[in-house]
């Protein structure tokens, strides 16, 4: 875990098994994916794990990309949404979870409004998260923080968010994908049918 | 610049991976097509992965491969066609990948331009290409074991070898092999046509700056590059023989550029005269080929290209070339009897 200066305070970084970063900033008692998890990660995790039953099969992700179209993660300029994966069910991530750690899951909205709130000054590291990116993470990693794709919680995706079980969304999707002026911090519940290929997820590392 | 030696081993013949979809409904039409593959290309190809994994299976016959696919098989079907834990497991493989698949693998658009992909051959089992634009190497598995042998081959189109200061002196080549030497933008470049597929072993004396590389161009992709041993000298020493004593005083002649009476007609003939109008050869028993002569003695260039002078070179071809701000410069062909060292002239005897 690397520590960085931000004007707030520090903060810190790490890498989770795919090689993409997660964020803690001082006084957080967890850390929070920098991207909602890319199709690219995802594919690091089947790669390793193989299917699981019907679930992980060529199948099955192709179905998916069907509502979300693949697409390079060197080609960033154009629908950035394309990157991330969208479409899958939150009881059809328990084998992703527990591929990452035990201490792995999704963010409570409130977490989530945190990394929204520190993501500015986020920004402002840009350079310094870069620097560290160059050395440890995942080839799409570096290329997307010089592109600004991060952390996309002003604009990206609609992004699932649990609290006591209770399973919703949070964040505004990208006006191209859904025209739409919804304030980002309003956790909704979406039609899953309608929505599902514009929401995904990030993850939350617990901190021991 | 000092004369050094180099030896090349260069095997031409390379290495092929096999790659396979891990799709069930078409498992039966991939197994025909890898078994095809398999029993043209033993010995080359004796590994086996599945799209989607970066494990890689090994069989030494094609006995090996049928009793233990169907297994490989099963612990793979119905992975996500993924070719980048392949490609990025082979990213140093100096050979070919062959993927045969029903269809494109998902994140085919990431490896655009990579030099991988350029290496990879695709067997599709649809009539439909994978890509238009990417540019892939793909052939329709329904052409049959043939048509793909046809695609797999990569043959050399050119061998050479240069670098920094270079100028060939002697070489051999096993197989024998037709050479040439081209000079071009005062570079000079040892070129091997026709390379047998097996490969070449190439021991070779030259001058340069710095030891000379080998080169490969394949009708496919990038040009390989190959750095060769320093070796203790292959070559014998040249040998310099003894001026014939009938001609000696004609050499003589030649060296102090006085007139000469003709052994052959009896007339007086100028210094340069190499062929008696009336008769025949004059210097009968010297080679036809560039001769560096002392008062005694000569070394014919017949079995090397060049020979180093002080700061230039003459050819077997009675060329001179002068090292000069860090170049070769062609200066003139040698004259007759033309001095170019202390105590040694050059002579082209050309019939």
Known sequence: MKRLIMDSGHCYIEFDRTGFPLIRKKGWNYSISLFPISKYQFESFMIEKGPRGGLYTDDWYRELLKLNPRRSWKDCDTNPWELFLTGVKYKDLRYFFKFMGRDFRLPTPSEWKEL?????????????????????????????????????????????????????????????????????????????????NMIGFRIVKSSK | MQERNIFFDV?????????????????????????????????????????????????TTLNDFRENAPFWFSKNKNRVSLIRP????????????????????????????????????????????????????????????????????????????????????????????????????????????????????????????????????????????????????????????????????????????????????????????????????????LPATCLLLTKEKYLSLSDQYAYPLKDSIITKYGEIYKWKNKKWKYIKEVEPYEKVNNGLWALLHRI
């Open chain 2, 11 to 59: 095997s031409l013949s390379f290495p092929i991976k096999l790659v396979i979809e891990p799709r069930e409904e078409a498992w039966a039409s991939l197994y025909k097509v890898a078994d095809g593959l398999i029993r043209c290309l033993f010995g080359r190809l004796m590994t086996l992965y599945f799209l989607g994994n970066s494990k890689s299976y090994s069989f």
């Open chain 2, 86 to 285: 392949i490609l990025e497991e082979n990213r140093n493989f100096k050979g070919m990948l062959i993927v045969i698949s029903s269809q494109p693998p998902v994140d085919l658009d990431d490896w655009k331009d990579t030099d991988i992909i350029k290496k990879t051959l695709f067997v599709r089992l649809s009539k439909e290409p994978f890509s238009d634009e990417l540019e892939l190497n793909e052939v329709d598995a329904e052409l049959g074991t043939n048509q793909i042998m046809n695609a797999i081959g990569n043959p050399v189109t050119r061998i050479f070898i240069q670098g920094k200061g270079f100028v060939p002196i002697r070489w051999e080549i096993d197989p024998k092999t037709e050479t040439n030497v081209f000079y071009t933008d005062s570079l000079f470049k040892l070129t091997i046509s026709n390379p047998p597929q097996g490969g070449i072993e190439l021991h070779l004396k030259y001058l340069a700056q710095e030891p000379p590389l080998l080169f490969i161009e394949r009708e496919k992709g990038q040009t390989e590059c190959i750095s060769g041993e320093e070796e203790q000298s292959y070559f014998d020493e040249p040998e310099w023989k003894e001026i014939p004593k009938k001609i000696r005083k004609i050499v003589e002649a030649g060296i102090s550029r006085k007139d000469f009476t003709c052994p052959q007609c009896g007339s007086l003939h100028t210094y340069n005269t190499l062929i008696c109008p009336q008769k025949d050869l004059i210097l009968r028993g």
């Open chain 1, 116 to 196: 929204h709130k520190a993501s500015k000054e986020i920004k402002q590291i840009k350079a310094n998260i870069i620097k560290l990116c160059k050395e440890k993470a995942a080839p799409p990693v570096s290329h997307w923080i010089e592109n600004d794709l991060f952390p996309l919680t002003d604009e990206g995706l609609f992004e699932i968010v649990i609290e006591n079980n209770n399973v919703c969304c949070i964040g505004k999707p990208y006006y191209k994908l859904f025209s739409n002026l919804y304030n980002p911090t309003s956790v909704r519940e979406v039609n899953w049918k309608v929505c599902k």
